[in-house]
């Protein structure tokens, strides 16, 4: 074949629908009127960048929720740009869990940026323009759109890792952060170029639309089959850095020990759910089974088969390294890792599951396990942050002895975000393992991998015993154990104080009362990318 | 000899394996950056491989978009980089080591 | 293939031409207009503002790696800007005009945002010692002038 210069020009009629990317854009336009503000006015304008932040998230979510009432009626738009925006009930669940995490984060950051004199306009204009990437991530059709959530993503966190310049700590982690991101992200960036090339046929060439990669394996027209499996692979390697799940964790505890607790929060919360999405959106979607291509088996084979084994390992190393943590911010770290693992089970179960409805309820079940791990994981950061002090110096495990009966509502609350994240009933932590274990124990499995799913929850089971230790060992540190020296409670500023109050009322809402969250996430269960 | 598509293929592995090399063996933070820089483009390589022989334009686009992003990748990336030698003085990724690993 | 035609080239011809006035041109003007202070800094050989006598390998100030960053960032738009001016005409003919024309002009606000902050930022601020030096020295430079033509008036008489 010879190598032909000249492209015929692909000209396709641009279907434009900016209503189908609303909530994405109000919050660019935030962020970029946050910069401006932070350009033009006095220094003394935090409360002015966060009130705009703020409310860039209200109305996004308002955008959010007004798409979430139209999406599934008829005449709605299910995909537009030509395929690069989805509209489902996913992308909607998600982009609603990645907004309640920046809400957070923007409430948090009010005490550390004036504690600190950070420049507070650059935090949250580079928190605005991280959410609208995780959005991208979890709206894209198309893997260019994906990349570039990613990336927006990741570039706007290295730069918040390192957020406190002069000390070394942020420094290395933000550096270690870089050259790891960097690195997957040019993992996944491989996966996709040979996927992009194996789904050639004969007549046109690759493609990068999720759906016409699905399509175009169960059709059988892919000329290099062998590269989509590499493809798939690397694939997984990328988004496994993105997640920490458990080879490609190591970054992981080092990143969050060192960078600012606000953002260490951010980072657990909106980049681990907005890396499910996105992974979510190219296996489920994008490899799924379809029983009359032989291609199409394989690689639904080796993606499960290879996500079983990553289950696994994520949760059983998290959790056993999280043990022998001196340390509250890596403890937190391992536990992050191992809840990536829980949230997998979800995943992989949504993969194995062939019936519509019942894949959509498995969809939701992991959403749901993201918002609860969101909620209580920003929670106990927040205590973790006013106990830490300016600097983030005070984050040992014996920083934390016996100062149970000293700040009473900072150690019960914190006690009660470590009941959740062990998973103790009524707690949000108990209803989302729940969820994901019952998806995944669902009759609705494919018979092949029955075994495989029960072992995949007993493993999380065992797991969750094993957690326990870890996480009442630091409430009985708190309240059991003497303190021999001098220890004031710190205050609680008022911002903080919201954060705590909603991250509170979170936990206990979605741990007593999760049917109207997990029903709104599972409603309409169209699956658009499934349907075209 | 016409080229064929897998020797382009073929380039484009080995460079992204020299990269990959590169990141695990090199200590200088800089250098480690240029070879995720190598990976990248082996990439690039790669997609306007596949984008010519089959007289698409998705793999050429995606190469602008990997192109444009590399470069905020590297304006972030010196920029922490600067940050980390003002303060300590040295490139070398070892000596960043207050955070265990 | 068409036959070879050298009035196809006259863009290219008139390119040069443009480029070469331009660049005569500033050369012509600041030699005829600007004004002239010899100051110690400005009669060095050139070395894109380092002092090219000395050790190659002391260190130079960290405002250079900002330009470069920023430049490295700015110049990158190129690469959106040139396909899409390649396919206007395309665009217009299928009657997506205002569409791609506005998109585009969005992208440039965009850029100019991020340069406005920039500069409101200080980034390009060479800071204030640097020009308070530069000014003393001009300063000194032209006393030392009024002393020596002082001197020669007094010879002189």
């Known amino acids: 074949m010879l190598i032909n210069p000249i492209f015929a020009l692909q000209a396709l009629p641009v279907d434009v629908n900016f209503a189908s990317i609303a909530p994405e854009l109000i919050v660019i336009i935030a962020g970029v009127l946050v910069m401006l503000v932070d350009a033009f ?233 907005a890396g499910f999405a996105a992974f979510m959106r190219v296996f489920v979607f994008g490899f799924p089974l379809v029983a009359t291509s032989a291609l199409s088996i394989q690689v639904h084979a080796a993606w499960i088969n290879a996500l079983v084994v990553l289950a696994i390992l994520t949760m059983t190393i998290g959790n056993t390294a999280a043990l022998v943590q001196k340390n509250v911010k890596r403890m937190l770290a391992y536990s992050s890792i191992a809840h990536a693992g829980y949230a997998l089970v979800g995943f992989i179960a949504a993969g194995v599951t062939l019936d519509i409805t019942k894949q959509n309820d498995a969809i939701a079940g992991v959403v749901f396990y993201m918002l609860t791990y969101a909620v209580m994981n920003l929670g106990a950061f927040a205590i973790v942050m006013l106990i830490a002090r300016g600097g983030d110096r005070r984050t040992e495990l014996e920083d ?127 699956n658009v990318s499934r349907l075209r | 000899m016409t080229p064929q598509l897998s020797w382009y293929l073929a380039l484009s592995a080995v460079m992204f394996t020299i990269g990959v090399a590169g990141v695990i063996l090199k200590r200088n933070a800089i250098s480690m950056f240029m070879c995720i820089e190598l990976m990248l483009n082996s990439v690039n390589l790669t997609f306007v491989a596949f984008s010519s022989f089959f007289n698409n334009l998705n793999g050429q686009l995606f190469v602008f978009i990997v192109m444009a992003v590399a470069a905020a990748e590297a304006a972030v990336g010196l920029g922490i980089i600067i940050a980390l030698f003002r303060n300590r003085e040295s490139l070398d990724v070892d000596d960043a080591n207050l955070l265990k690993l | 293939m068409n036959e070879f035609q050298l009035i196809a080239y ?28 010899a100051t110690k800094t400005k009669l060095m050989p050139y070395e894109c503002g380092k002092d090219p006598v000395g050790s190659a390998r002391e260190r130079f100030s960290v405002k250079f790696y900002l330009i470069a960053m920023l430049f490295i960032l700015f110049d990158i738009e190129v690469i959106f800007l040139v396909p899409w001016a390649v396919v206007f005409r395309d665009f217009v003919a299928s009657g997506n005009a205002a569409f791609i024309y506005i998109e585009m002009m969005v992208f440039v606000a965009l850029l100019l945002v991020g340069y406005v902050y920039v500069v409101k930022k200080g980034t390009f601020e060479w800071g204030d010692r640097a020009r308070v030096e530069a000014e003393t020295e001009a300063k000194i430079l032209a006393r030392q002038e009024r002393l020596a033509a002082i001197q020669v008036e007094r010879k002189a008489a």
């Open chain 1, 41 to 273: 006015a006095a220094p003394k304008q935090r409360w002015l960048t966060g009130g705009i932040s703020l409310a860039g998230i209200v109305a996004a979510g308002v955008a959010c929720v007004l798409m979430w009432n139209d999406a599934g009626t008829g005449g709605v738009v299910t995909s537009s740009f030509n395929g690069m925006i989805v509209v489902d009930q996913m992308r909607l669940s998600f982009t609603f869990v990645f907004l309640i995490v920046s809400a957070l984060t923007i409430l948090m950051s009010m005490l550390w940026v004036e504690r600190e004199a950070l420049p507070a306009g650059e935090f949250h204009s580079l928190l605005m323009f991280a959410t609208a990437g995780m959005m991208l991530m979890a709206s894209g059709g198309d893997l260019v759109i994906i990349f570039l959530g990613l990336e927006v993503l990741s570039i706007a966190t290295y730069v918040m890792a390192g957020f406190r310049r002069n000390d070394l700590r942020s420094n290395e982690s933000a550096l270690k952060y870089f050259i790891l991101g960097a690195f997957s992200s040019a993992f996944l960036l491989y996966g996709i170029a040979l996927t992009y090339g194996a789904t050639s046929t004969a007549l046109e060439g690759g493609t990068t639309n999720i759906a016409v990669i699905a399509d175009r394996i169960a059709a059988g027209t892919a000329i290099y089959p062998q590269l989509l499996f590499a493809g798939a692979a690397l694939m997984i390697i990328g988004f496994g850095f993105k997640i920490a799940t458990a080879p490609f964790h190591v970054w992981t505890p080092d990143v969050y020990e060192g960078a600012p607790t606000v953002v260490t929060a951010f980072m657990a919360a909106g980049p681990k759910a």
């Open chain 1, 400 to 526: 934390y002895t016996g100062i149970g009966f000293k700040a009473p509502a900072l150690a019960f609350a914190l006690s009660l975000f470590l009941l959740s994240l062990l998973g103790v009933p009524l707690t949000a932590g108990f209803i989302g393992k729940v969820v994901v274990f019952r998806s995944a124990l669902d009759p609705a499995v494919m018979n092949d991998y029955r075994n495989v799913m029960t072992l995949l929850v007993v493993v999380g089971v065992i797991n969750t015993a094993i957690s326990a230790y870890y996480y009442l060992g630091l409430i009985v540190v708190m309240f059991f154990r003497e303190r021999t020296t001098e220890w004031r409670a710190p205050r609680v500023p008022a911002s903080v104080a919201v954060t705590l109050i909603l991250t509170l009322a979170g936990v206990l809402y979605l741990g007593v009362f999760p049917g109207k969250v997990i029903d709104a996430f599972r409603r309409n269960a169209i």
């Open chain 3, 10 to 37: 006259l863009p290219i011809l008139l390119m040069f031409l443009v480029a070469a006035g331009f660049g005569s041109s500033q050369v012509i003007l600041s030699a005829l207009l600007g004004q002239r202070k």
